[in-house]
């Protein structure tokens, strides 16, 4: 009798938790699968689709844009993807090199004063930001290639500059996109 008291205890308890983990499946449910899908869809109805911008290829032969950063997909839409290269790949260290040499050339400066964004490309392959450091680093060709002085260049970087968000998250960073349509316009 003990032992079938035991057993029908032992189903007993394995019902109600097997009760207890079908809730808790369909709550995560209806939260993971429907309320927060709803939720990032509304918030994104609400925030003004001007803020997201992709980056743009620049062609490094025209000295009159500011360059992003290298894209492994090419700034294609579609191919959105970062290189699968790891950090002790010598083809990727190779084609670091490569970068190093051909911003250095462009702007006219020594290759260890290029920064690591001019030389990485970023995880989507189309982000639109540069350091700082790399859009102050590009100011005096562009300036020259558009007949405008360097403060004036200058000026417009710092439009384009964001500061951390919310005083500590990220880095700052200049939106190059926005940066050369700025520089459009000005031409008009």
């Known amino acids: ?46 925030v003004p689709s001007h803020t997201a911008t992709i980056g743009q290829d620049f062609p490094v ?16 839409g579609l191919a959105s993807a970062p290189s699968n290269l ?6 990727l260290l190779a ?6 040499a051909a911003v250095a050339e462009v702007e006219g400066v020594d290759p260890a004063d290029v920064p690591a964004d001019a030389l990485t490309a970023s995880g989507s392959g189309l982000d639109p930001f540069v350091s ?17 002085s360097v403060d004036q260049v200058e000026v417009l970087v710092a439009d ?3 500061q951390r968000q919310l005083g500590f998250l990220g880095q700052p960073r200049v939106n190059v996109l926005l940066l050369n349509e700025a520089l459009a316009e000005r031409a008009d």
């Open 61 to 76: 032969e025209d000295d009159g844009w500011f360059h992003g950063r290298p894209s492994a997909g090419g700034y294609d």
């Open 160 to 162: 384009h500059t964001s």
């Open 132 to 148: 700082p450091e790399y859009a102050a680093l590009q100011v005096p060709r562009v300036a020259e290639a558009r007949g405008l």
């Open 1 to 46: 009798m003990n032992q079938m008291s035991n057993l029908v205890s032992t189903a007993s308890s394995v019902a109600r938790q097997s009760w207890v983990a079908v809730r808790l499946l369909l709550v995560a449910t209806v939260l993971l699968g429907v309320a927060y899908p709803v939720a990032v869809w509304g918030l994104a109805q609400v």
């Open 86 to 91: 790891g950090p002790s790949s010598p083809d």
């Open 95 to 100: 084609l670091i090199e490569e970068r190093r």
